[in-house]
C-alpha cells in the first residue's frame, strides 16, 4: 500500500477577508443559462519547489483553453487555480496577496467574502514555502459531483465533476513517487489523474504552467484544446518538447506511449 502523504480536504474555508466582486441581483433564467458555461468542472494540481523558486500548475478539462484560464503561477511566490465557477480575475489578484505576505488561508478568504457564488467556486493556493489551503464546491450541482482535494509536501491537487475519488488519489500518489523534474511531476500527475477517470463528461482540453526566477512569463508552457483526448495529447506533445524544465521522467521521453492504453479497466502509467 502507498505511503500517501495527503490528507483529505473537504471542507470549505471561513475566514475574514476583503470583499472582491460586488453582490449581484439574482440571477434570471437567462442569466442562470448562461452562468452554466462558467462552470470549469476541472482536475488541477499546484505545486512548488522551496530551493529553486520554480511554480507550478497543470489542468484538465471538458472546458474551451482550460490551460489559460484556470491556473496561474509566479516564480519565487506560488500557484494557484480557480475552477467550478472560475474567475480569472482572481488569479493575480490571489499571486499578489501571496507576494504580500497573505497566507493561503487567509488569500482565499479575501477572494471570497462577499462573493455570492463561494459555495460553488474551487480555490486552490500554494505559496512558495508550500502552505496550501484549498476550497471545494460544497453546494455544486448534482452534475459536479464527485469533487474533493489532497493536499501533501509542497503539493494540492483538487476536481470536481470527476469520474470518483481516485482521480484526486492517483493524482497525488504520482506527484509523490514520479522521478523527474518538478514539470515532469505535474505532468506525470495529470496523466494519472485522466487514467483514473478525470472529468466524468469527457477530455476537451489541457495545459501546463511553470515559472521559474530569472525567466519573464512562463518558464515552460503547454497546451491542448479542441481534443477528443487532451491529456493524452498533451502528454504527446510533452514527450516530443525539448527543453530544461524537463528531467528523467520516462512518460516524458520518446518514442511516445499511451500511459493508459486501457484506461476504463484503470490500468496505471509509469512512474
Known amino acids: 500500500m502507498r505511503n ?20 449581484r441581483s439574482e440571477p434570471t433564467t437567462t442569466s442562470m443559462t448562461r452562468a452554466r458555461s462558467d462552470v470549469t468542472a476541472t482536475f488541477s494540481i499546484v505545486a512548488v519547489d522551496p530551493e529553486s523558486g520554480i ?13 489559460k484560464v484556470v491556473p496561474f503561477v509566479r516564480p519565487g511566490v506560488g500557484a494557484f487555480c480557480t475552477q467550478h465557477y472560475h474567475h480569472p480575475p482572481w ?24 462573493d455570492r457564488r463561494r459555495d460553488q467556486r474551487q480555490l486552490a493556493v500554494i505559496d512558495i514555502q508550500g502552505r496550501t489551503a484549498v476550497h471545494n464546491p460544497t453546494s455544486a450541482p448534482k452534475e459536479s459531483r464527485y ?31 514520479t522521478d523527474g523534474s518538478l514539470t515532469d511531476r505535474l505532468m506525470a500527475a ?20 511553470v515559472a521559474k526566477p530569472g525567466h519573464p512569463g512562463y518558464w515552460f508552457e503547454l497546451y491542448v484544446d ?24 520516462p512518460g516524458g521521453k520518446l ?13 496505471k502509467p509509469p512512474r
Open 4 to 23: 500517501l502523504m495527503p490528507v483529505l480536504a473537504c471542507a470549505s474555508l471561513w475566514l475574514s477577508g476583503c470583499a472582491q466582486e460586488s453582490p
Open 55 to 67: 511554480c507550478g500548475a497543470a489542468v484538465a478539462s471538458k472546458y474551451p483553453d482550460v490551460g
Open 91 to 114: 488569479g493575480e489578484q490571489a499571486l499578489d496577496l501571496v507576494e504580500d505576505g497573505k497566507a493561503p488561508a487567509e488569500v482565499i478568504a479575501a477572494l471570497l467574502k462577499g
Open 147 to 177: 469533487w474533493g482535494a489532497m493536499t501533501g509536501r509542497y503539493y494540492a491537487c483538487q476536481g470536481n465533476t470527476l469520474s470518483g475519488r481516485a482521480v484526486v488519489v492517483e493524482m497525488a500518489a504520482a506527484y509523490e513517487e
Open 190 to 209: 495529470l496523466v494519472a489523474a485522466d487514467c483514473a477517470g478525470g472529468d466524468h463528461r469527457g477530455r476537451l482540453a489541457a495545459g501546463i504552467r
Open 226 to 249: 479542441g481534443s477528443d483526448d487532451a491529456v493524452l495529447e498533451l502528454a504527446k506533445k510533452y514527450a516530443e518538447t525539448e527543453h530544461e524544465a524537463k528531467g528523467n521522467w
Open 255 to 267: 518514442p511516445f506511449r499511451d500511459p493508459c492504453p486501457q484506461r476504463f479497466k484503470k490500468t
